[in-house]
Nanobody, 114 residues
Framework: QVQLVESGGGLVQAGGSLKLSCTASGITFGRKYIAWYRQVPGKEREFVARMTPGTDTDYLDAVKGRFTISRDIRKNIVYLQMNNLLPEDTAVYYC????????WGQGTQVTVAS
C-alpha cells in the first residue's frame, strides 16, 4: 500500500523559513514525477514545485528563488525548503508522486504570520 506523509509545517513569521518533508512507503521516489501543491480554503489546489524523473525542477512563479524541491533517494524523502515566507504562502501543502497514477499525502499546514 502506497502512503505519502508530509511533515514540517507550522506557524512562522513572515521572512522566516520552513522545510517540509514527504516520506513515502510502499513506493520509491526514484525516477518518478514528484511535486508539491498547496491549497487554501475555497480555492483550487495550486501547483508549487515539481521534479521530473531526470531531476529537472519547475516552480510556481510566485515561489521562484524562495522555494527549493529536493529528494534524498537513500532516505526516500522529498523536501520543500521554503525561505523568505510570505503571508500569502499560508496554505495546506501536499506532496504528490506520479507513477501510473498520482498519489497524495494528507497535507501539512503552513501558516505565515505578518
Amino acid at each position: 500500500q502506497v502512503q505519502l506523509v508530509e511533515s514540517g509545517g507550522g506557524l512562522v513569521q513572515a521572512g522566516g523559513s520552513l522545510k517540509l518533508s514527504c516520506t513515502a512507503s510502499g513506493i520509491t521516489f526514484g525516477r518518478k514525477y514528484i511535486a508539491w501543491y498547496r491549497q487554501v480554503p475555497g480555492k483550487e489546489r495550486e501547483f508549487v514545485a515539481r521534479m521530473t524523473p531526470g531531476t529537472d525542477t519547475d516552480y510556481l512563479d510566485a515561489v521562484k528563488g524562495r522555494f527549493t524541491i529536493s529528494r534524498d533517494i537513500r532516505k526516500n524523502i522529498v523536501y520543500l525548503q521554503m525561505n523568505n515566507l510570505l503571508p500569502e504562502d499560508t496554505a495546506v501543502y501536499y506532496c504528490s508522486l506520479t507513477s501510473g497514477r498520482t498519489y497524495w499525502g494528507q497535507g501539512t499546514q503552513v501558516t505565515v504570520a505578518s
